[in-house]
Structure formats: structure tokens, C-alpha cells
């Protein structure tokens, strides 16, 4: 029997490969703007963070969400996000 790949991706902040239910994706859509979504299946252009803190700092900090959604993000997204890590428990410190 053929063996399936497990897809990777890579993280913003620190460029880390990880299996993609690991990380946390972000979303841009039409309807919503910039979101998480921690379902990973929203439909738009999507970008991928780890579950550490120190990676969301970064990541907005040096606007590599800025770059990789190609918009801007709202202020508010870091709150947004490290309430839905904090939710699943991975968020490390």
C-alpha cells in the first residue's frame, strides 16, 4: 500500500518545518479580513505560525504577516491569536 504525505509547512516567525495541523494558520478573506483559523480550511490566503509566543512577537513586529497575507494586519490580531492558542493549549512561554 502507497504511504501518504503528511503536509509541511513553515512557520513566519522562526522558519521552522512542522507537520500543518501543528501549526496555527492565519487567514485573509474576502468577508472577514485577517483571521485566525484554527481549522486550517477557510477559504484565502493563509499563513502559518508556531505556538510559541516569541513567534507571534516576531512575526508582528517585523510585519511578516504584513508580507505574507500581502496586507496590512489589524493591531488587534496578536490578542486575537494567543486567544486561540491559549484556547488549545499550546501556547508555550
Do not use: N, W
Not at 518545518?17 to 480550511?41: H, N, Q, Y
Amino acid at each position: 500500500m502507497k504511504q501518504r504525505k503528511t503536509p509541511e509547512r513553515m512557520c513566519v516567525a522562526c522558519g521552522a518545518r512542522s507537520f500543518k495541523g501543528d501549526l496555527m494558520r492565519i487567514a485573509r478573506t474576502r468577508g472577514e479580513g485577517v483571521v485566525p483559523d484554527p481549522s486550517g480550511k477557510m477559504p484565502g490566503r493563509g499563513a502559518y505560525i508556531c505556538s510559541k509566543s516569541e513567534c507571534v512577537d516576531k512575526a508582528l513586529k517585523q510585519k511578516r504577516f504584513d508580507r505574507a497575507l500581502r496586507t496590512s494586519v489589524p493591531p488587534d490580531l496578536a490578542e486575537q491569536l494567543r486567544a486561540a492558542l491559549g484556547k488549545s493549549g499550546e501556547m508555550k512561554k
